[in-house]
């Protein structure tokens, strides 16, 4: 597979994996509720590339980068803000090794912890922070910025703007809904999918999405909304592995493989063109997913 667009394969027809949880993924190789995941980039390397090669191995057409926190503010609060630039770079770079030249990184840009509409930042200070970040994944080899687990609008769109003004990457953005009382599913800051998509396409988003919040059988109505608000806009679900569940002090996801995998069929029916999982699952959920993708393709074909 040479490296096209992103947008390109799926309007080839190609139905795509990505990758699966990073954060509890490295909690299994040591980190620490007190530890920050970027810093492994730097001082445990290899352990972060083997996440990326573990997901590359079980399937994934792409991964994302160990940078979900890596913009200045988040990395303030361990004294790392001045790291940035160095930490986001070697994020991509370790994900690029591992991704080698047939398969795309799309770098995890997550929220800063900062509301605009609170006056916790300007909206100058959000524009450069997300910058920085984006322009330092880009040169360690990321194809593209997925910008996730995004609640507000303003800050989601300062991101994308950010990321598409100064970079070549393509621009995903997905939102975290949860569901509500009256029926359907918000972002905490109560934005509905299709007003989340419409928002994130209007900024110049490439691709949008859903991420985490929900298990993959709660994406397929988040999809049909989103389908119905965008209809030309490739879609993209990272699902956790079911709801948490804590059993004696530790968060256990319920979902196993098998779960997600049957699944994928009414997530692709709802109009999903990119599946891959988020907290709780591993490369043992990608490669049942993988497998269940590859089935819908088939059946694509021969329809």
């Not at 954060?23 to 590339?49: H, I, M, N, Y």
């Not at 200045?72 to 940035?84: I, M, P, Q, T, V």
């Not at 070697?90 to 591992?98: D, E, K, N, T």
Request: aromatic fraction near 4%; charge should be negative; proline fraction near 4%.
């Amino acid at each position: 597979m040479g490296r096209t667009k992103i947008v390109d394969a799926v309007r080839g027809g190609r139905i795509l994996v990505s990758d699966g949880a990073w954060g509890t993924f490295l909690q299994k190789k040591g980190l620490k509720s007190s530890d920050c995941p970027e810093l492994w980039c730097a001082e445990r390397p290899d352990d972060v590339f083997d996440v990326a090669a573990a997901y590359i191995e079980a399937g994934a057409d792409m991964i994302e980068t160990n940078s979900f926190g890596g913009s200045r503010f988040k990395l303030d609060h361990y004294g790392l803000g001045e790291r940035a630039t160095e930490l986001n770079e070697a994020a991509a770079r370790l994900s690029r090794q591992a991704a080698g030249e047939d398969r795309w990184v799309i770098a995890s840009i997550g929220p800063t912890g900062k509301l605009l509409l609170m006056g916790d930042v300007t909206g100058q200070e959000l524009y450069d922070g997300f910058k920085e970040q984006a322009v330092a994944l880009e040169r360690g080899g990321a194809d593209a910025a997925c910008v996730e687990t995004m609640t507000a609008l303003d800050e989601a769109t300062v991101a994308i703007r950010a990321a598409r003004e100064n970079t070549g990457l393509e621009i995903v953005c997905t939102f975290t809904f949860d569901p509500v009382k009256q029926g359907g599913y918000r972002t905490m800051m109560g934005a509905t999918p299709a007003e989340a998509a419409r928002a994130a396409c209007d900024a110049g988003a490439r691709i949008v999405g859903a991420n985490c919040g929900n298990g993959i059988g709660g994406m397929v109505d988040i999809v049909r909304e989103i389908r119905a608000a965008v209809p030309d806009v490739p879609i993209l679900i990272h699902a956790n592995a079911g709801l948490p569940r804590n059993v004696n002090g530790v968060d256990v996801f319920p979902e196993t493989p098998g779960d997600m995998a049957r699944q994928v069929p009414a997530l692709v029916a709802a109009g999903a063109d990119i599946i891959g999982g988020c907290c709780g699952t591993t490369p043992d959920h990608i490669r049942a997913i993988k497998r269940a993708v590859e089935a819908q393709q088939r059946k694509k074909r021969t329809a």
